[in-house]
């Protein structure tokens, strides 16, 4: 999990996250920017919930990460709330 020291500190933070993704189960990578909102363990793997540059929730899976960087952005976080979102069933989302 080489990322995720980065993808921590931008939460802890709050602070907008760029990266580059290994999409699956395509065999190329993206460089995404993001808003980090929380981390959510679904066994075994441990994904970051954010918002993409469009603004729409994404979970990114953290094994799928590398060359995290912390961006001195804030992070646009109004009107999330983490427990709403598990309670609601969005961490099932694809």
Known sequence: ?????????AIDRGRR????YWRYPEKRADETTCDPLGLLFRPPVLYL??????GALRQYAL?????????????TTSG???DDFIRQGEPDMT
Do not use: C, P
């Open 17 to 20: 996250l760029h990266f580059r």
């Open 80 to 82: 999330f709330d983490f």
């Open 49 to 54: 919930i954010a918002r993409n540059a469009k």
């Open 1 to 9: 999990m080489a990322a995720g020291g980065e993808v921590e500190k």
């Open 63 to 75: 094994h799928r990460m590398e060359r995290a960087e912390l961006l001195a952005d804030r992070t």
